[in-house]
């Protein structure tokens, strides 16, 4: 029951990642239907660029679902290493464990891409009423499914695999002893491991960004110097995903002086950087969905700003193109909120799972005398720290992506100015603070009810 | 059991095991924590059998040794010195993936915080072993269980989650499952420690009545002289070192035993 309880989070996350797949590239395929439709626009060029923007949103997302997953695993695992570890010593080997392991995350896979197809394919259908009602498309028999939509499920199912398999990497490192209640020193191996993911995160960084500068002189004279700039953004965050242990740190030593000096703020900003494993774990969920929301607003910012200085230059050329922009942008806001759900519940989930963990802690510290205010307070604290810190390096990664996205798409659009300054939307800024704060609440709710409901006592008798 | 009469060498002597009745055996056996001024020494040069079919109790305080004793001789330490048998099998300096099927197939552990799987029922955790196994019980195993499960009285607790159990209860399931695969040794780790005195003296009768019926070998740590006074055999730790080994002795004499080590010390 316990284990079906822990998985719905992932199913969650596969489902919304494959309906927005599946939505995706349905309603994709109902613009490009449209435009064909259209000969007045004569839009060539337009349906190659939807299609690769429609590629790049695919990939994304389900880098993010991957990603998500990956960590939720990883969150449920270090819940879980008492278990393993009790296993091993009976006698299971560390790779039996997680082939088990990956063997939930397959179903995991197959039901949230089921689950999702259908929500996709509902969600596509009713756009595509609802904006064919509002005079945004013409009126014509539109193809809802098509073949194309089996690759965002493919897509999801095995990355949410390969996120189970890699999330689980940490099944590997469960000694044995630790069932016996004797203390377990980090080996050598660890901590060589630790620095050499520190040289790979390095490595794919670098490389990342200079693949997203080619992207972006390369978009100077085509909209396919995208496709390098994906791969540089998918490359270079993945390295920060994977060095996320030394940047979450510094970013989170920085917030952890914001709450003041009281005792529970100071044993939260302690917590948060004592283990950055844990911390970076909780908070690479909430990164991404930040970079992600503050990237498709400042590439969408960007566009706007280089469409209105080509459409300055070139009034004739795109004369009928604003209702066109309008009718995407719309559907893309649409998409990029849906993209954001998928990061929050991540977030929510994998802060919430971390402290549910942490029982017996939190137990000590009610015995150590510890109201239950301040029980609250730490965790609530401890959530603000995360959460503002995940703010920041967000915010700095997504205006960068954005920026990089819009240019390397756009930048060859007759009459566009060249290389443009990244816009950044003010009002974003404010909607994300304020959507932070409703997540810092919402995600300590929980965790932190159940810390002081649960006597010091039996609190301190979990294992 | 099948009898081992392999010969083997030993600090150059041939040493046959199954004709001296050991179980397990270390010899010289040393373990020690950090370097340099911070060197915590566990174990120092011990050596010592454990006898075929024998309930032996490890005794010492805390801090002499006697856990550690147990987590390289069940190969779930290593040795910074010295060896460690399983019947005729070295087990120090064995690979990680050897030593999981060695603790699956030959070892059964027990534990003072019991250590059920808590998703699993009474049955399920008895199972546990021939499950990681990958293999069903044969017919022979079969019997062997149920009985089991009879005279650990669990019958009718199959279906009951561990946390439906009372700690006695949960021990007994414990019990059941180490001694399930009939291993060669079955490592009971202060069996007592969470149980009232008289659901722990239940539960060292049936390890006692294990040991005596079935021929089952038990190696038993505890600092608990009541505990120990259900052993055949005792041997005393202290300091890392093996400083007494003595035939079952009341709870009295251990008491006495330990009190004039601690004013010796």
Known sequence: MNRLKEQLPSVLVATLSSAFGVALLSVTGVLSQAIASDDAVGGGTVVLMLSAVAMVFLAIAVYVGAVVTANTFATIIAGRRRTIALLRLIGASAAGERRRVARSGLLVGIAGAVLGTIVGLALSAVLTSIAVAGGLLPRIGYEIAEPVLLLPIAAVVLTTWLASWLGSRSVLAVSPMEATGAAVEPTRDEVDSRRGRTVVALVLVVLGAALLALGVLVGLVSPLGVLIGVVGGLISFTGIVLGAHRVMPVALRLTGRLFGRSAPARLAAENAVRYPERSSRTTVGLVIGITLITMFAVAMESYRAILHEAAQAEPELYAGVDQLVDATVTVFTVLIGFSAVIAAVGMVNNLSLSILQRTRELGLLRALGFTGGQVRLMVLVESAQLTVASLLVGLVLGTVYGWAGAQSLFGSMSGAPGIVLPAVPLGLIGLLVAASAVLIAVSSIAPARRATVVSPVAALAVD | ?265
């Open chain 2, 1 to 265: 059991m099948a009898v081992r009469q392999r010969l083997r060498s030993v600090d150059g002597m041939a040493f046959n095991h199954a004709e001296a009745g050991l179980v397990a055996r270390v010899s010289r056996l040393s373990k020690s924590y950090g370097s340099g001024q911070n060197t915590v020494i566990a174990l120092d040069g011990v050596s010592i059998g454990i006898r075929q079919a024998e309930f032996t109790a490890i005794m010492g305080p805390s801090g002499s040794g006697k856990s550690t004793l147990m987590h390289v001789m069940a190969g779930l330490d290593s040795a910074t010195s010295g060896t460690a048998w399983l019947g005729d099998t070295e087990i120090t300096g064995m690979a990680d993936a050897q030593l999981t099927v060695l603790r699956r197939r030959r070892v059964g552990f027990v534990f003072q915080s019991f250590n059920l799987v808590p998703t699993l029922d009474v049955r399920g955790n008895i199972l546990l072993p021939f499950e990681l196994d990958g293999r069903r019980p044969g017919p022979d195993e079969s019997a062997w269980i149920e009985r089991l499960i009879d005279s650990l009285g669990l019958r009718d607790r199959l279906g009951h989650r561990p946390h439906e159990l009372s700690g006695g209860q949960q021990q007994r399931v414990a019990i059941a499952r180490a001694l399930a695969t009939r291993p060669d040794l079955v490592f009971a780790d202060e069996p007592t420690g969470n149980l009232d005195s008289r659901t722990g003296r239940e539960v060292l009768a049936l390890l006692a009545t294990a040991s005596r019926e079935y021929g089952q070998s038990i190696a038993m740590v505890t600092h608990d002289p009541v505990a120990a006074s259900h052993a055949d055999r005792i041997l005393f730790l202290a300091d890392g070192r093996v400083v007494e080994d003595r035939e079952r002795s009341s709870a009295a004499e251990i008491s006495r035993f330990m009190l004039e080590m601690e004013a010796t010390a």
